[in-house]
């Protein structure tokens, strides 16, 4: 049998990539197979998520985003197995809209979840497809074939064999897939080809390195600052003193000094551009602008949390009730209750949102974004720059990391109205003051929760609600301009969504009730406090308070918060996270706060845990207390995490360390500051977070793997539980509740008196 | 207004015309077209500008182009010797370090200058060299497992 060198002997010889297969035996002949172009990029077509290239190498093309916790490189490990070749032979390219279909961009932790199963089902299909291929070229039924490292051979006789490069190399798949049509998340493709059974995995469950690495530490990658265009300015916002005023008048004089500057001003929209950035930067300063007299729009920040009690709310839904929560309390032995506030907090992304936009009224317009979401930014730059979507390419380039609906999606609609307005391609850059106090906001919000208690100490009714700002008075992607800074500048009409969530968690009180109230923006338009999704959004505060005040009964009716969880948890998973966690964190059982000092310094621990879209995961927090300085270290963390099967057991390790550093940060740092005018909070000195000093020393992960569940998400869940955790940690070391977050020196300091 | 200044920078000597008073971040970016300084803040609160000039870690956003004089600027593109990766370098990488990536400047030319001066830091000496920088993706623990490691090396 030689086929193999006759066929490479054939494309080395014409270098072509045009595939006739000459079969040796009995009846030579020529099968072609596949598109010689590539067909359009439709969601329905297999080419969109896979091409085998000449050289037998894989090219998956992926509508979601890795914004670098390897999600990319789980989806490789998914396409590898199903199409048993090489990790290395896969490379994924994401983030061009002109080479994959919507998936959703970064969204939700369902990179795995939903966008990596839907490539590795067209992975599946294309095995199919190329076993069918295989099965022509040598002639042997396809339920005889066997695939091991790309190359399709007879079970029946191994040297009867044909390489996928062989196949279709350098062409394209030209079949079809059966398409849910749902574009974004929900995206899911599928054909014959089955995805594999767990049993037959052998990449999936490994730990294949990341490859954007390299290039970061050395240096020599670009980052979206970093793209430069032929005649292309630099741009920077001016915007107001006080939220909600608009531009009067500017005088052009004030910045005639300065080389090529030119300003842009529609409605209240207003900036400035330079051909330098330096200039750009100084114009934004000196350029002299007549506002609006406005009346501040904010109340004092220490009375927010009554605000949000006293206001009208603007929606209300409620979980259907479990039993008679009425009943219940009207029965209790005894009632417990209590109230938390959690603040609005800031994306405070490591730079301010940057983005290249060059419009081009004939051809294509090109935006570069770092959002997490370059499908839905290519969307909304079109609809800027009146075009159709299919007249605007979307590319990503590495950003300053984002965790949700952070300031990039503005600043590429921002770039996208300078563009069309001066005919040149913007750099748009927000200064730091800008991405901190004008970036879109995490809501915030106020918690009550009472648990009615029978005479035996039971829980026999559990009432938990919400109240807050929405979680997307502008929406989670950009497609949009009403959902863009610049658009609402513009005049754009709102389309406010009042979204708030409930507690996600299995225990089986008798009696339950759970709701949330949505109130109405404090400014409507142009709000430095207009709320989107942060990283997890709600979730972090909804568990705060429901995991602390798991912890506030279990001790009211002489339990252990351990052993009080496993009394109520119905489900079994979350119960065996919750073992997980307490065991490999040495947890040590007690009924009320212990207060061990050494010194100055207090000693606890404090467990929380919860759900989150099929995840699970349980942690210990465990704290040392400073109570002359009232500074809260948490030493170690130890968290249990079940996501289903794991697809790369070291990157999901690394992606939680993650959430567990930045999610500390919120919990003992981050409260947006505001006076009546606008947000203060606008730097490093006024946002702090979590420095070097403050990070625990360790993070104890302890992966619940899971092969017989479909992955779930990782991005985010290990967010939720956390500082409830923290907070029951102090809790245990100082007897102090903290019921508002951050947990500060200031606030620890006034529990201790 | 302008200037004629000259900087060196990663071995190599430019002469540019410029605000003496812009900070070196732009010199850097705009003027030589280097790319990894990063701005971050412009406030030197971060560390994503870092660059060093004579071994000492500086914020190029807010070291005015003009106080540079005769100093030798070397960038995180500039720490690798022919390609080869600086120790600080391969540990990051090795340890796979970075999510984002945007801050690096700052931990690694911090550390690279910390382990110069202090070859066997301790984790305390670690913690507070570099206390000043900022990460928001949280790999705080890992850059920590890095500098151990290439305090190894």
Avoid at chain 1, 114 to 127: C, D, K, L, N
Avoid at chain 1, 260 to 272: D, P, S, T
Avoid at chain 2, 88 to 102: H, K, L, M, N, R
Avoid at chain 2, 127 to 151: F, W, Y
């Amino acid at each position: 049998m030689t086929i193999n060198i006759n066929r490479r002997a054939l494309l080395t010889g014409i270098g072509s990539l045009t595939v006739s297969v000459l079969l040796p035996g009995a009846s030579a002949r020529a099968a072609t197979f596949g598109a010689a172009s590539k067909p359009d990029l439709k969601p329905e077509n297999l080419s969109s998520y896979i091409t085998v290239n000449a050289d037998g190498t894989v090219t998956a093309y992926w509508g979601k985003m890795d914004m670098g916790q390897g999600t990319d490189i789980g989806c490789i490990q998914m396409v590898a197995e199903e199409l048993d070749v090489p990790v290395e032979k896969v490379t994924l390219v994401q983030g061009d809209t002109i080479n994959s279909v919507n998936q959703g961009g970064a969204s939700g932790s369902t990179g795995i979840q939903q966008g990596g199963v839907a490539i590795q089902s067209a992975a599946a299909e294309a095995r199919y497809q190329l076993v069918q291929m295989a099965a022509q070229a040598l002639n042997v039924p396809a339920d005889q074939l066997s695939v091991v490292n790309g190359v399709i051979s007879a079970k029946s006789d191994a040297s009867k064999k044909i390489s996928y490069g062989e196949l279709i190399g350098g062409r394209h798949f030209d079949t079809q897939l059966e398409w849910n049509k749902q574009i974004g998340n929900a995206l899911f493709v599928s054909g014959k080809g089955k995805i594999k059974p767990v049993a037959e995995h052998k990449v999936i469950g490994t730990s294949p390195p990341r490859r954007d690495i390299a290039g970061k530490v050395m240096g020599t990658v670009d980052y979206i600052c970093d793209i430069k265009l032929p005649g292309m300015v630099h741009g920077r916002m001016v915007l107001p003193p006080i939220a909600g005023a608009v531009p009067l008048s500017f005088d052009k004089a004030s910045v005639a000094d300065i080389p090529g500057v030119e300003i842009v001003h529609e409605n209240a929209f207003l900036a400035v551009t330079a051909p330098k950035e330096w200039d750009a930067i100084k114009a934004s300063q000196k350029l002299k602008v007549t506002w609006s007299d406005v009346k501040p729009p904010f109340p004092d920040q220490k009375a927010i949390y009554d605000h949000i009690r006293k206001a009208p709310s603007i929606k209300r839904e409620t979980l259907p009730d479990v039993g008679n929560i009425d009943e219940a309390f009207k029965g209790a032995a005894k009632i417990v209750e209590a109230n938390y506030e959690w603040p609005f907090q800031s994306h405070a992304s490591m730079a301010p949102g940057c983005a290249v936009v060059d419009y081009k009224p004939e051809g294509t317009s090109t935006l570069w974004t770092s959002t997490q979401k370059p499908h839905f930014g290519r969307d909304g730059v079109a609809n800027s720059l009146g075009l159709p979507a299919e007249k605007v390419r979307g590319i990503y380039a590495n950003g300053p990391g984002s965790y949700g609906r952070n300031d990039s999606g503005d600043a590429a609609a921002a770039a996208a109205v300078i563009s069309k307005k001066l005919g040149k391609p913007v750099r748009l850059q927000f200064m730091r003051h800008e991405g901190t106090g004008w970036d879109p906001k995490g809501p915030a919000s106020v918690h009550s929760a009472r648990a009615a208690i029978d005479k035996d100490g039971k829980v026999i009714g559990w009432h938990f609600e919400s109240k807050g700002f929405s979680r997307l008075d502008v929406d989670s992607n950009e497609s949009q301009p009403a959902h863009t800074l610049a658009g609402q500048l513009l005049g754009v009409p709102l389309k406010f969504n009042p979204q708030f969530g409930t507690p996600e968690e299995s225990y089986g009180f008798a009696n339950r009730r759970k709701g949330w109230d949505v109130i109405a923006p404090l400014l409507e338009r142009n709000s430095p406090l207009r709320t989107s999704h942060l990283r997890d959004p709600v979730g972090p505060q909804i568990a705060f308070a429901s995991e602390s005040f798991v912890d506030e009964v279990a001790f009211a009716t002489g339990r252990d918060p351990v052993a009080f969880r496993l009394d109520y948890l119905t489900d079994p998973r979350d119960k065996a996270v919750v073992q997980a966690a307490a065991e490999k964190a040495g947890w040590q059982p007690h009924t009320a706060a212990r207060k061990q000092m050494v010194g100055d310094i207090a000693t606890g621990q404090g467990i929380a845990y919860s759900q989150r879209s099929g995840t699970r995961v349980a942690m210990v927090a465990e704290v040392e207390v400073n109570r002359t300085s009232g500074k809260v270290w948490v030493k170690k963390f130890t968290v249990a995490h079940d996501s289903g099967l794991v697809i790369n057991p070291h990157l999901l390790t690394m992606c939680v360390e993650g959430n567990m550093v930045q999610g500390t940060s919120r919990a003992l740092h981050e409260e947006v500051k505001f006076d009546n005018k606008s947000v203060t909070s606008v730097d490093w000195m006024t946002y702090p977070i979590l420095d070097m000093t403050e990070a625990p020393a360790t993070i104890d992960v302890v992966i619940v793997n899971r092969p017989d569940v479909k992955p779930s998400g990782a991005g985010e869940p290990s967010m939720r539980p956390m500082m409830a955790a923290i907070a029951n940690a102090i809790y245990d070391a100082t007897g102090v509740r903290m019921r508002q977050a951050p947990f500060t020196p200031e606030r620890l300091k006034a529990g201790f008196v | 207004m302008t200037k004629r200044i000259e900087l060196n920078v990663d071995g190599k000597a430019h002469a540019i015309d410029v605000d003496p008073d812009m900070p070196l971040l732009y010199a850097l970016r705009d003027d030589i077209g280097l790319r990894n300084p990063r701005f971050g803040c412009g406030l030197a609160q971060c560390g994503a500008c870092t660059v060093w000039i004579d071994g000492e870690p500086v914020r190029s956003c807010a070291t005015p182009v003009d106080s540079v004089g005769a100093g030798k600027v070397t960038t995180l593109a500039g720490l690798s010797k022919d390609g080869k990766p600086h120790k600080i370098q391969q540990a990051f990488i090795d340890e796979q370090v970075p999510q984002c990536g945007y801050c690096l400047n700052g931990w690694v030319m911090t550390s690279a200058a910390l382990l110069e001066k202090n070859p066997k830091p301790n984790d305390a000496q670690i913690r507070e060299a570099l206390s000043g920088l900022k990460c928001r993706c949280g790999t705080h623990v890992a850059i920590m497992r890095a500098v151990k490691r290439a305090a190894q090396a």
